[in-house]
């Protein structure tokens, strides 16, 4: 989130109904609601975690144990039984 001159992006008329509530102060707007994107689509993030839970599966298939996977991949022994469990009728 980046700062922004309201003198430079509003209307007058609306910059002057905004200072009846807020003078010199930081105002924060939020984005509406169906402008919002879910986690992930502004980076591969959600791309990147997939392929990193495929991985995690397919090695446990292969024969690594959950706590090798615990320790590659930095992640509690916890974390990998539920990505196994999650994912694991997606690939089969």
Same mark, same amino acid.
């Given at each position: 989130?980046?700062?922004?001159?309201?003198?430079? %992006?509003?209307?007058?008329?609306?910059?002057?109904? %905004?200072?009846?509530?807020?003078?010199g102060g930081y105002?924060? /707007?939020?984005?509406?609601?169906?402008?919002?994107?879910?986690?992930?689509?502004? $980076?591969?993030?959600?791309?990147?975690? =997939?392929?990193?839970?495929?991985? /995690?599966?397919?090695?446990? =298939?292969?024969?690594?144990?959950?706590?090798?996977?615990?320790?590659?991949h930095y992640l $509690?022994?916890?974390? /990998?039984? =539920? %990505? %196994? =469990?999650?994912?694991?009728?997606?690939?089969?």
């Amino acid at each position: 989130m980046k700062y922004q001159n309201a003198n430079k %992006i509003l209307p007058k008329e609306l910059l002057a109904s %905004i200072q009846d509530y807020v003078q010199g102060g930081y105002l924060y /707007i939020p984005i509406r609601q169906e402008k919002k994107k879910r986690w992930g689509e502004r $980076t591969r993030a959600k791309e990147i975690m =997939r392929e990193r839970n495929e991985a /995690i599966v397919e090695a446990y =298939r292969q024969g690594l144990s959950v706590k090798s996977l615990a320790g590659r991949h930095y992640l $509690t022994e916890h974390s /990998i039984r =539920r %990505i %196994i =469990r999650d994912n694991a009728c997606v690939q089969s």
